[in-house]
């Protein structure tokens, strides 16, 4: 019996490869060797890149909304979007690199898209470890630790010590209260609406601090030309509470920003410990209804003001202890 034909390996493109300037060149890893798996995208399995990918051209990725698709936009698009939804074992690669090239005209772009155009956020996965979930958790379903999830609950006797996909610890809740786990759920959900339905181009960070100590936030847009100076900050704590931080009236905070970088007053790292997460949206249009909201809706943020408005998003993971 004749051996199997070998599996083909993907064409080998080293830096002094000479590219054609129109053919775009994706792969869905950056390392031939590595399975790529599906994974759950609007309750149902897909594969990232192709689900991304259909985002990017339907003008998800059209970051400064010109109609127009460049490669650096679509490379910075599937980058984040694929590798974030993968907890960074899938990481997609494009070449040529960091250029401006159009790769797909998009035509003109609807500034009102309709709810029913929105994709849904999947249910938050989540891994109950030495014990089970508290009923009535939602939206929410529980997996095994062998699958993709969003949250791990180690429980121990009446404690249940959370961790996220990357295995940061973020808080501490009683086992037994969903009270206390639904809004970390919550939490979950809206950071990965954010990062799977906005232009996140507002660059994501992550760093340790300890109690007592003091966080510096300096704020400026990708680019400045953009005109998006309608500023909102807000922070959710590790047990789900929502903060909103700017603009304060108390403060006379001024919602629409005339220089940057701003520099916010400093924050003293205080309890609740654990992954605090601030974000911050920098806006064409002052999002005044959702200032309205925010103090009667945590940790559900009522998202629909921000899709009918032009928007650049950014999250800041900050870890305590």
Sequence with gaps: ?????????????????????????????????????????????????????AQAISGKADGNQNGRLERDELESFLTQKVSNQM???????????????????????????????????????????NGTAPSGLKPARVVNSSQTFDLRFQLTGRRADVFNHTGDKITTLPSGAAYRWQPVIDKTRLLKTLETQFDMRLKPIQITLREGGFLHFSLSPGNQAEGLNALTVLSLAPTGYLQFLYPLSDYNDPVVVRRFPLLLPPMEISPPLGGEHFVVMLCRSVATGLHELLARVQPQLPLSHLHNNRCQIGQYAVFSD
């Design 87 to 129: 907890n960074f074992i899938q990481n997609p690669k494009l070449l040529p690199r960091a250029d401006n090239v159009s790769v797909f005209h998009l035509g003109p772009v609807s500034s009102k898209p309709t709810p029913a155009q929105q994709p849904l956020t999947a249910d938050i996965a989540i891994v109950v470890q």
């Design 1 to 53: 019996m004749d051996a199997p034909p070998p599996i083909p390996e993907l064409p080998k493109i080293t830096a002094e490869s000479k590219h054609h300037p129109h053919v775009t060149f994706i792969t869905a890893v950056d390392n031939d060797s590595l399975k790529v798996p599906e994974t759950i995208l609007g309750n149902q399995h897909h594969g990232a890149l192709s689900w991304f990918f």
